[in-house]
Structure formats: C-alpha cells, structure tokens
C-alpha cells in the first residue's frame, strides 16, 4: 500500500482511505467493524468519518450513529488505536446537527467532545469543517453558484474565530490537525493566510469529490495544493458507484445506492452515461477492471493523499483493495485523457 504525506504534518496516510458514511445505514455494525479489521489487515491505516453520518438516508435520530459505530470497534480493541489516521468532520448550515448553527468558536467546543465521546478516542487526528458557512460550488452547485452576494469582512472574521476554537482543541490535546472539505481556492488561501499570520492550526488537507467524472479540482484547487502542501483528500472517487459500470443499460441492482437516491446526488444527467461507458470502455478493452482503472487514475495525481472508497459489503471492499496493485500504462493514461476531452464535467 502506497503511503503519502497528509500534508505538513508529519503523517504518512495510505492511498486509500476507508469511508464510513454508510454505517449504521446500508452497512450494519458487525459488517462495519469487520470491513475495519480488513482495512487495517490490508494496511489501510486511514479511516473517515463525520458527525452526521450515516447517509442514505440522512436523518435526524442517525446524526453520530456511525461515530458510535466506531467508537464501539475502538473500545473492543483496546491498543490499537495507534494504528490509524482518525478524521472526522464538523457539520454547519444545511445539516441537522445543532439544527444547522454555522460553524464557529460556539458550536466547535461541543461538536469536538461529541465526536471524542462517540469515537471513544483520546484525540481526533484530523478534525474537518464539512463545507463552508457561506456556502460552496461541490455538489453541483458549481453550475448557478454565485459569490457576489458574501461579505468578504465577515466570512474573514468567522474563520479567524473558528482557527482561533481550533487551536484551543489542538492545546486541549483534543485534536491533532485541521482539514477543509467542499472548500475553495480563495477559502482555503485565507485559511491558509490566517493561520500563518497568526499561528493557529494550518489546513492539511482538502477533501473534495474528485474522480474521473468530476474533476473541478484539476485548476486553481491543484496548483494550490502542490504548491502549499495541501493534499486532496478525494471523496467519491468512484462517483457513487457510476464508474463501476453496474448502471450501465439502466440496471439499478437491488441494495445499491441508486436503488435508494435515484439521482445519485444530481449525478444521473444525460450526458453521464456516454462518459461512463467510455471509461468503461477503455477499462474492457485493457483487461482492466474499471474499479482498479478509476482507483489507480487517483494515483497518478500530483496533487493526491488520498481516496476514500465506501463498500456497503466486504465483496466490494475486496474489489477495492485490489486497484493498489494495478498501474495504468501509458497508453491507458492517454485514453482517459481523451475520454476526459470528449466527456467534460458530464454532471
């Protein structure tokens, strides 16, 4: 398994991080515990979660179930905790934690003790902000989102108040290091700007969708991140599932995440599908399963620490661990760079 630095920190993070959203929802515990147990085995030493997990579907009495979920696998093997990377996300606007409160110096204190107390941790080695207060282009958003409408004074004061909560966690010994997720270029720049000038906690790292469908942060995000050390963190490499193939024809497999969200989260549009046959494609016709092409593409990238993968059964999480041994050929690299050309931003 391929280690890679998780930013400036000092830690090393394997190139595939293990996803939890589905704890507690399409994943029950005991599979849960056991996918960690394989991960671990594998020498994924990089687990993800956040306080609002589960998903599909989000609901309010879930909010820190799968928390608890490994909180439980924490607290029955005891000394062990040193094994992996833990990170975690604070919710804000739009979620139903703290009936949406932004985030800042009030809602940080709690939120950390929260997540300690379902993790059954000591400490939170990565603690992330899920998305901006002010908003964000991921989600496809990017396609009306419009900026003119913030006020640049205030949003530059909240994350001076909330870097300034943070360090008192990283004092406190209750966090390690800090991560942004669904962030701009421009945001994440003033983070970076603050805490330099001030000393407070610097961003690590980016977690933004990223795959071979969706690739926003190949411009601006990507010189940002090889040029200051923020590494991407990329969620949904294998955009919910599209790039497996398996809803090729209109085939929606029963248990899958389509079977539950029709549209995958906007994904689902009519240009998606002659992109994701291409891919497929080319995948086919190198003797290559597109899981292992799309998880071994992450690799490639300049600008990658890592690519969380989510598996609702331990056959999948199977299927993922065997991309760290495939590496892409010149002439398979140059396919895709075609596809990209022919297929962009398909959602």
Known sequence: MKMNPLGRTGLTVSELCLGTMTFGTQTSE?????????????????IDTAEMYPVNPIRAETIGRTEEIIGNWNAANKGRRDEFVLATKHSGEGSRARNGAPISSKTIPETVEGSLKRLQTDVIDLYQFHWPNRGSY????????????????????NMEDCLE???????????????????????????????????????????????????LYDTDLAELSVNEDVGLIAFSPLAAGLLTGKYLDGAVPEGSRK???????GRMTPRVHGAVAAYVDIAERHGLDPVHMALAWCRTRPFMASAIFGATTMD????????????????????IDKAHRAHPMPY
């Open 138 to 157: 991921m989600f496809r958003q990017n396609w009306t989102y419009d900026p003119s409408g913030q006020n640049k004074d205030e949003t530059i004061a």
């Open 259 to 265: 079977s539950i969200v029709s549209d995958l989260g």
């Open 165 to 215: 909560a943070l360090q008192k966690q990283v004092d406190k010994g209750n966090i390690r290091f800090f991560g942004l997720s669904n962030e701009s270029t421009w945001g994440t720049a003033q983070f970076l700007r603050i805490s330099e000038e001030r000393g407070w906690p610097r961003v690590a790292t980016m977690q933004n969708e990223y795959s071979l469908l969706c690739r």
């Open 316 to 335: 999948q999480l199977e299927v993922v661990l065997g991309s760290v041994e495939v590496t892409l050929s010149d002439e398979v690299m140059g396919e």
């Open 30 to 46: 005991a599979e849960g515990h056991a996918q960690i147990d394989r991960a671990l085995a594998a020498g994924i030493n990089f």
